[in-house]
């Protein structure tokens, strides 16, 4: 049997719509589609299960407070939320202190992923795992330091032990390859 | 660059994976404020790079955090409309401006009245900042609440799982020739909870310990990642998939931030 319009899920968009206009139901769903996800990137970044609790609150109560400011036509909604949830765990972990408030409009985040469904998401798991693995095992762990730990070139060569360019060309390379294969992700997925 | 655009497209990524060094921001930064065709190419960077975050093992935050941003949200929207319903009751408030004093009966009401003015604004300048000082007290209180409730929701599962009689109790000890350490397990699997108990030493720079339920059918389900950095002891209790018939726990030693399925030796292992 085919699903009614009512049967379907409500759009990110949508959602987005609802807590402007102060929905509590919709914030709650759409931290039921991408709290799994974004826990997942900040207890990897900050391996402190109750740092990462805490920014993950902070951050759909960010989207609560400033929901009028994302248009979610000039960006995709959970692109936004992991930039965000990255920028916050990194600066944890280095102790920085970001401009939390300028983020919304700020960071445009273009993602051609349909991420709405569970399903989608792991198939995006499974598709950058399976690219990330395909990576040398060099290239792997300086993009792992560089995204996950928020380290400069200089920074990954002083972990490593290797030249700095040696690194450089790594890590461009490690781009190249992931960008080539998520491109292909993408032309299946539209 | 040329012409002030980046040269190759992985500009941007690495721009975005903060791989470049300061002296090297400055350039695309400026550039990027004014060039429309690179702003949008930098918006894509954002959207790959933030894809990498799908190799992060997969971990669900506890209930409570809902329960806590459901409660924020519920506070917020009452603070402001009890605040703005005290501000209408605030004599002064409302402006209403005087007309002009008329002959010398208009100018005695206006020196009675400009002293009553000035009261009014002093009085309404402390109310407004004893409403202020009270609300950031109701904030900070809000907080203390929501950690108390964290604990006591915690303490509540603990005491679930301690006089549950399908609780199982997996003593964990040391494989030979591994790093020294000893640990206990308590796991339900009706609740789908598991408590961890015990001590063993920090890991190597680039290595975390994860905890792992070995099922009796099907692969290994990560129940924890964790880093004894700066202590030796570790507690802690997560939610896995309920329903398993577990056949073992091990703990592992993983890289940093650990992994999806097991790669690195067993350290502590105890059988059901």
Redesign the interface.
């Known amino acids: 049997m085919s699903k009614t319009g009512a049967d379907l899920p409500a759009t990110d968009a949508a959602l987005v719509h609802k807590i402007t206009q102060r929905d509590e139901a919709a914030l709650a769903a759409l931290y039921d589609r991408y709290a799994g996800m974004l826990s997942s990137v900040l207890n990897r970044i900050l391996r402190d299960t109750q740092a990462a609790e805490e920014i993950l609150q902070d951050i759909f109560y960010q989207l609560w407070c400033g929901a009028s400011r994302f248009d979610p036509a000039r960006g995709s909604l959970p692109g936004w939320l992991l930039v965000i949830a990255r920028n916050r765990a990194i600066s944890r972990l280095r102790c920085h202190n970001p401009a939390a408030g300028e983020e919304i409009v700020e960071n445009t985040v273009v993602m051609p992923f349909d991420l709405e469904s569970s399903a989608a998401q792991q198939q995006l798991l499974a598709r950058v795992k399976g690219a990330l693995e395909s990576l040398p095992k060099e290239q792997r762990a300086a993009v792992e330091l560089a995204y996950f730990e928020g380290m400069t070139h200089s920074e990954i060569a002083e972990r490593t032990g290797d030249p700095l360019g040696t690194v450089k060309t790594r890590l461009r390379s490690a781009i190249e390859t992931l960008k080539r294969n998520l491109q292909s992700t993408m032309s299946q997925n539209t | 660059m040329t012409n002030g655009h980046p040269t190759r497209?992985?500009d941007f990524?690495?721009y975005v994976?903060?791989?470049?060094?300061c002296d090297e921001k400055p350039a695309i930064e400026s550039h990027l404020a004014s060039c429309a065709d690179c702003?949008?190419k930098l918006?894509?960077a954002?959207?790959?790079?933030?894809?990498?975050?799908?190799?992060?093992?997969?971990?669900?935050?506890?209930a409570?955090?809902?329960d806590?941003?459901?409660r924020?949200?519920?506070a917020?929207?009452q603070v402001p409309s009890r605040a703005a319903s005290e501000s209408a009751k605030v004599p002064g408030r409302e402006f209403a401006p005087p007309g002009p004093p008329r002959g010398i009966a208009g100018r005695w009401f206006f020196a009675i009245l400009a002293p009553a003015c000035i009261a009014l604004l002093i009085a309404t300048i402390i109310l407004w900042r004893e409403n202020d000082r009270l609300t950031k007290q109701l904030a900070d209180l809000g907080v203390s609440v929501d950690k108390t409730q964290k604990q006591l929701a915690d303490a509540q599962m603990m005491i679930h799982l301690y006089t549950a009689k399908d609780t199982i109790k997996v003593a964990l000890a040391p494989k030979p020739g591994m790093i020294k350490g000893d640990g206990e397990v308590m796991y339900n699997g009706k609740m789908g909870l598991l408590m961890y108990d015990g001590w063993i030493a920090p890991p190597p720079d680039d290595k975390?310990y994860q905890l792992w339920v070995v099922p009796m059918e099907g692969s290994p389900i990560s129940a924890?990642?964790?880093?004894p950095a700066t202590s030796d002891t570790a507690h802690?209790m997560s939610k896995v998939p309920e329903g398993i018939a577990p056949k073992m726990f091990a703990i592992t030693l993983e890289p940093?931030?650990?992994m999806?399925q097991p790669t690195g030796p067993m350290v502590l292992v105890g059988g059901t």
């Open positions: 497209e992985e990524d690495l994976l903060g791989a470049l060094e702003a949008r918006a894509s954002r959207g790959r790079v933030a894809a990498i975050s799908f190799a992060a093992p997969r971990v669900e935050p506890s409570t955090v809902k806590r941003l459901l924020q949200v519920r917020e929207s975390s924890g990642v964790f880093n802690w940093a931030g650990g999806p």
